[in-house]
């Protein structure tokens, strides 16, 4: 009889704070504020911000990556009509898995940063 096979499962639910740490890892990116509400940027280009509820972000995606992201977990992922138009999806803390986020978090930097910063990110 073989061994039973559990899936890992991914964990799901982060905080701001959270969201914060794993940014200000990555060379350039500094704490602010857009719209009233706490925000990321690198280079004063815009990453991440927590909107008003303080439960949802809003951060910085390509349209093709968001379209994909939305399909595939939309308890997580979603749109209003004021995002419909920019790079740019909301994510519900509670839902989303934790290391999507931390992938979409870097990947809003590599999209923002400049060469000099990109140079300094080790592999």
């Known amino acids: 009889m073989s061994?039973?096979?559990k899936k890992k499962t991914a964990r799901r639910g982060t905080t701001w704070k959270a969201v914060c740490a794993m940014a200000l890892k990555l060379p350039g990116v500094e704490a602010g504020t857009s719209y009233g509400t706490p925000s990321l940027r690198v280079k004063k280009k815009f990453l991440a911000r927590l909107k008003e509820d303080?439960?949802?972000i809003a951060i910085r995606v390509g349209f093709d990556d968001r379209d994909i992201l939305l399909e595939l977990d939309p308890v997580a992922f979603f749109?209003?009509?004021h995002y419909r138009d920019y790079p740019a999806m909301l994510v519900r803390l509670k839902?989303?898995?934790v290391d999507l986020l931390e992938r979409?978090?870097?990947q809003a930097w590599q999209e923002q940063a400049p060469?000099?910063?990109?140079?300094?990110?080790q592999p």
């Not at 060469?115 to 990110?121: D, E, I, V, Y």
């Open 3 to 5: 061994p039973e096979i």
């Open 54 to 56: 303080g439960e949802t």
């Open 79 to 81: 749109l209003t009509d």
């Open 95 to 97: 839902q989303v898995r």
């Open 104 to 106: 979409l978090v870097e």
């Open 115 to 121: 060469k000099t910063l990109l140079a300094k990110r």
